[in-house]
Each structure stands twice: as C-alpha cells, then as structure tokens.
C-alpha cells in the first residue's frame, strides 16, 4: 500500500473529569467531530504537516523532531511501533481535523488516534483497539504529562463508555439523546494546556485531601447515578447530575468566568444540564437540552462563545477510511 486514510472521532467528557486522574470512575462520549491522517510512503527525514495550524516538521530516521514540538506525540507513536518489532518506513503525513485543538474536545487524543491507525495500515497492519488505546495513550502522555486515558478510550472505541484509569472500559453505555433531547458544544474559545490544570487540581487534592477526598467520592457516586439515569433515559436526572458535577469542578478551581457565562445564559435559556468538559479553565462546555430549546440556546451563548453546536454520538471510534 502506497497511501492510507484513517478519521478518528473527538470526545467528550459528560462526568467525572479531573477527578479520573485519582482513580474515580468518568463517563466519556465520542462525537461526531473527526480528525483525519493521510500518509503515504515517502523517504527519510519523514514529514508531517496539520492543516490550519502552524505544527509542521521532520521527523529524522532515528525518530528526532526537527520542526514544531508538537510532533513529539507522533515520533513517540513511531518509537512504540518500533519497539513492537514494526520496521519503521519513510513517510509524509497530513493531519486535519473539524474538532478544535486546546478545546477539551479531545483533539490531540484523535489526531494520535487517526495517525496510528493509518501509519500502521500504511504498514500492512491493522491495529487492534487495544494497541490503538495504547498508542493514542502513548502520545497522551507526551502532549499532558499525565492523563488518565480516558481520552484515548473514547477515541479508540466510540459510543458512552464508563472508563476507570489503569482499568479501563468498565461498560459501554447504550446510545443517548432521542429527538427529544439534544447536546450541544459550546466553545469558550479561550486555549489552554490540559496539563496546567490537571497539575493544579493534584496539588490542590493533595493539599486538603481530608476535605477534597469527600468531593471525589462525590464524583464517583455521581457517575453510578448517571450510568443508571443513562439506562433509564432519564435526560432529567442526566441534567440534574451534570449541574452536580460543575458544582464540583468548580470548587476544584477549573471553571472560569467565560464557563460560567455560558453555563448560566444556556440554563436561562432552558437546558437541563450544563457543565465544562475536559481540562477546564477555558475550553468547551456541554449542555444537554430539550431540543425544542436548542435555538433559543444556541442564540443566547453566541455572545460568547466562539462557536456552538448541537453534537451527535459517534458510535464508533478510529477508523481506516
Ligand atoms: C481531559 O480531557 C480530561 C482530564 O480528566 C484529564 C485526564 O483524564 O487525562 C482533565
């Protein structure tokens, strides 16, 4: 084979963010917002270009990056493929993507995602999910220092997963949202490192575990609630739980004004649940409304929010195209 193709869905995160780092259980959805590497063969220094942005550079036969180091996550890829016995080839790579980078919309976790997949195509080998998670977690680990993986299960394996750090998928979810009710992205517009405010959370956790320890326990019990209001289809609770777990995010230090604002306008205008997504401290929020609410919604956040939109559930993860 001489060129592959493969997409790879976004995430995210309805409960349990942050607190997933320490071992608490999440609930993480695949959304129909795709990244996209095409790679053909081409010689050494091999090159990777993302459309849209300013990431483009070499990456040397001996898996050094010459260019942006946000290529690191992708000789990193190489390097575990290597190990595993893979005869690494020359190659020119292009990732695009529809989901926004720095926006908790698991960006980085899909372009890995994506890459992995083709790559390893290109090379006459098709990834099962398991080496895809551990690929896309590989590269995690570059772009965030520590995550817990939950991006990189979402990504892998598609649909609502309940998801526990060095577990894994404890269950995957049946499919939400009728047509009665709907989820939408909000995007704050404002950037920030996952890895900033992962690592503050740690500190603050370790700093006043006996009272914070209580807030994660709370995150926990909220993930049980909602994996059964999920089954139950009962988008009341599901909401209910959702405006919870803000509560809870926020006394960890990372919501922030412009979050807020979304979250109250969207509530305003009649969404039963509201919270961020992701890393916080800027990013996205997710809102689950009735869908006869959505304009009014969509309308009263535009203000603020640098885009917005009603979002599906991708049922499946990364995939050869
Ligand atoms: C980032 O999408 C989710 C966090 O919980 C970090 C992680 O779990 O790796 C904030």
């Known amino acids: 084979m001489n060129k592959s193709i493969a997409i790879s869905p976004g995430k995210v995160i309805l409960f349990g963010e942050h607190f997933v780092v320490r071992g608490t259980k999440a609930i993480v959805a695949a959304i129909d917002l795709y990244a996209k ?60 993507s529809e989901i926004p980078m720095s926006a908790g919309l698991g960006s980085s976790a899909a372009s890995a995602a994506a890459f992995s997949l083709s790559y390893a195509n290109l090379l006459g080998y098709k990834l099962n999910d398991k080496e895809l998670f551990t690929l896309s977690h590989e590269a995690e680990k570059i772009t965030h220092g520590n995550p817990s993986g939950v991006d990189s299960a979402a990504v892998t394996y598609g649909g609502i997963l309940v998801f526990k750090k060095d577990v894994g998928i404890i269950s995957k979810l049946k499919s939400l949202f009728s047509d009665k009710y709907s989820l939408i992205i909000a995007d704050t517009g404002i950037k920030r490192s996952t890895s900033v405010p992962v690592r503050d959370v740690l500190i603050l956790s370790e700093k006043l575990w006996p009272a914070v320890s ?54 305003l205008a009649g969404a039963i649940g509201a919270k961020l997504t992701g890393a916080g401290k800027g990013g996205s929020a997710i809102i689950l409304a009735p869908s006869n609410k959505v304009d009014n919604i969509l309308d009263r956040i535009k203000c603020c929010s640098k885009w917005a939109s009603r979002i599906k559930i991708s049922q499946e993860g990364a995939r050869i195209i």
């Open 214 to 267: 209580l807030i994660y326990d709370a995150s926990d019990r909220i993930v049980d609630l909602a994996n059964e209001a999920i089954n139950n289809e009962d988008y009341e609770t599901i909401g209910t739980l959702m405006n919870i777990n803000q509560g809870l995010l926020n006394s960890m230090g990372v919501s922030s004004l412009e979050l807020e604002e979304l979250i109250y306008r969207s509530r």
């Open 37 to 96: 590497a095409e790679i053909e063969e081409s010689s050494w220094p091999s090159e990777i270009i993302s459309e849209g942005t300013e990431i483009r550079g070499k990456i040397t036969q001996e898996l050094k990056v010459v260019g942006s180091k946000e290529l690191e996550p992708f000789a990193r890829i190489l390097s575990v493929l290597k190990n595993w016995g893979f005869q690494i080839a020359g190659f020119k790579a292009k990732i695009s």
